[in-house]
């Protein structure tokens, strides 16, 4: 008999397990199966109530049925009176979007005078990865800006990463009482750009006064990680100086322009430059600088947010950010009014990470 014993044993496993009998009708799901399928999963029942399936017809009767590999491990398992195993793709959802992941399903018989069958749920590894990407992913959000201020200007900014892991990386410092922005965007996705924006965070010269001397060494320090053509990194990157009322600025290769609104309107500050890459190791970068007024709002954001394509296709464009940014009276005003409006236009899915930082001069 499968007892009260062996249900409270089985139920502190933290792996998927349920048990079966010949008729495939499953007697016992443990809690980690029941929180790894759907909050509609039952104890015991037909497997489809044990995996919440909606199949219409009944289980094992649908069209669908002869591509479950529950039903087909089980199935053979029973015909066979012996261990089978699948792999089973499933999407489940994840920090507002589907991820794919895989999980080894292994039925085996386990004898007794009820003909009973014990299947096992391997998320093992799967653990494992969702352990390392959340530590990952804290490491990420402990190298973001602390503070609302730095140098005595107020700032805001927005971080809104497409996977767990991001390829953006903004910084805002202080240095000999100047204030420094700095906003990169590395190629690729995941965990790859993940270390290549930590790399950034780690090469960018703080202690640097001049924004071309800190990215040509940039550029040098990447050149000696031998990464190949796909591998680059854009980089906006801004001195402000209150006492002097000069902005100074200098750009790799970013697309999205750095944007100044004053009392005339919204500028948009472009700089023609390669990115930090092999394409170019001897480029030299050069810094630019133009006068604030009091009131003046600056704004720093990667193509992830000119980019940002609706369900028709349409992308956001500079256009709008520009539109934006005249409605706003301060920095903070416009990061939310921004992050509202990229919501609006996508409907909250993002295809890259978003990206912003404001700064009230």
């Not at 809104?160 to 100047?178: A, N, S, T």
């Not at 965070?201 to 000696?224: P, V, W």
């Not at 706003?328 to 409907?347: E, H, M, P, T, W």
Request: proline share 4%; aromatic share 8%; glycine share 10%.
């Amino acid at each position: 008999m499968f007892d009260g014993k062996y249900k409270r044993i089985l139920e502190r496993i933290p792996d998927g397990v349920f048990v079966f009998d010949e008729k495939l009708r499953v007697i016992f799901t443990n809690a980690a199966f029941r929180r790894s399928f759907s909050e509609q999963a039952k104890a015991k029942g037909s497997l489809k109530d044990a995996l919440g399936c909606k199949e219409a017809d009944g289980c094992g009767k649908g069209a669908g049925c002869e591509y479950c590999s529950f039903y087909r491990a089980m199935k053979a398992a029973v015909a066979e009176n012996r261990e089978r195993t699948e792999t089973l793709d499933a999407t489940i959802p994840r920090a507002g979007r589907m991820d794919k992941i895989s999980i080894r399903i292994r039925v085996l018989p386990v004898g007794g005078k009820k003909k009973l069958f014990l299947g096992l749920t391997d998320g093992k590894y799967q653990s494992e990865l969702e352990r390392e990407m959340l530590t990952a992913k804290q490491m990420q959000q402990r190298l973001l800006p602390a503070g609302k201020t730095a140098g005595g200007v107020p700032y805001s900014y927005m971080y809104i990463p497409c996977l767990e892991i991001g390829g953006d990386m903004p910084d805002v410092y202080e240095l000999d009482g100047q204030t420094y922005g700095v906003l990169a965007d590395v190629s690729g996705k995941g965990v790859s750009a993940g270390m290549l924006s930590a790399f950034v965070k780690a090469g960018f010269d703080k202690k640097q006064k001049r924004l071309d001397l800190a990215l040509n060494s940039l550029n040098a320090k990447f050149n000696e990680l031998n990464q190949d053509e796909r591998s680059y990194i854009t980089v906006a990157a801004v001195r402000i100086d209150e006492r002097a009322g000069l902005l100074r600025y200098a750009l790799a290769g970013h697309n999205a322009p750095i944007l100044l609104k004053t009392a005339e309107g919204v500028n948009e500050i472009e700089l023609p430059a390669p990115p930090i890459s092999n394409w170019m190791p001897e480029h030299k970068y050069i810094e630019r600088e133009m006068p604030f007024s009091k009131g003046d709002i600056l704004a720093l954001l990667t193509d992830g947010i000119t980019e940002c394509a609706n369900s028709a296709g349409e992308l956001f464009g500079i256009e709008r950010v520009e539109s934006v940014l005249h409605q706003s009276y301060n920095a903070q005003d416009f990061i939310g009014k921004l992050r509202s409006a990229l919501s609006v236009f996508c409907g909250g899915k993002f295809s890259d990470d978003i990206t912003a930082i404001a700064f009230d001069l």
